[in-house]
C-alpha cells in the first residue's frame, strides 16, 4: 500500500440564520464568514470513494488521523472536518445554530469530496454527537451518502446550560444564544485507555465548553432525528461501546437496530477510535465500508 500524505483545506461557509437555515450570502467579514478547516488524508493513486469522519462534542478533526490513514491505505480519501466552533475551524467555542448548521457543513465537506471524486461513493463516519449529525444528514441527503458507520451516536443528547456570572456582574447580564458554559466532559469517559486519555487532556485544540443555544435547542432536534430513523434508506453500521455513559448503549441498539448491522464491544467506552484494540475496530470499519459502498 502507499503511504499516505495529508494536506488542508479551508472550505469558506455561508452564515447562519438562528434556526441553522443558511443565512446571507458569503461575506467577507468576520463575523460572517465562516472557514471550515479540513484535514484531508489520502494514498497516491485514484481513491475508491471518500469519506468524513465526523468529530463529536469538544473534539476535532485531527485527532482521527492515524485511522484516516488506515483507510486511505486501503484506497479511501478521507476528509477530517473540524465541525464550526471546534479546533482549528472559525466560529464561536462550542456553538451551533442547531442540526441544521452542522448538516449543511457536512454537504460542503462531501461536495468538496465530490468535486474531486464525482463518481466514487461517500461514507460518513460520526462519532457522538457526530453521530447524531451523520444520521440527520443520511435522513435529509440519502441520495448522497452511501453509507453511515454511527460510533455510539449521540441520539439523547442532554448538556448543561450555561450559569450567569455571580454577584453583580450576573444580576445585570442576560446570557446571550452564543455564551457558553463548561459541557463537564472527562477524558475517562471518553476511553479506557490511559494513554487517549492523556491524550486528549494535552491537545490544546479540544475543549470543554458548550453554547446556551446548543444546550437549549438541541435536545428538541434530536428527538426530530430520533422519530425519523424508521426512514433511514442508507446502509448503516452502529458500533456500541458496552460500557459507554455518554450515550446510551441499550437505546442505541432499541432505535437503530432495525434498520443497522449491530456490533458491540463489551468493556469499551465513547470513542472507539481511541479505545483499547482500535486498529480491529478500524479494520472492521473499513472492510463494512468496502463491502457495502
Known sequence: MAQAQSFVTNLELRDSNPDGSEGAGLSHTAKGMFLLHVLEVAAEGEPRGGVAIVHGAGDHGGRYTEVAGFLAERGWAVALPDLRGHGKSEGERGHSWGIKEPVRDIDAVLDHLAYRLPDAPKVLVGVGLGGLYCLAYALAHADRVAAVVAINPLLEPRFPEPKKPSGLKGLFKKLQPTDAGPLGLDPAAL?????????????????????????????????AVREGLPGLRVPVLLLIGEADTLSDPQQNQALLGAKAEVRRYPGLKHDLLHERGATQIATEVAQWIAARA
Open 191 to 223: 476511553s479506557s485507555d490511559p494513554a487517549a486519555q492523556a491524550a486528549w487532556r494535552a491537545d490544546k485544540h479540544v475543549h470543554d465548553l458548550v453554547s446556551l443555544h446548543v444546550a437549549q435547542r438541541l435536545p428538541a432536534e434530536a428527538r
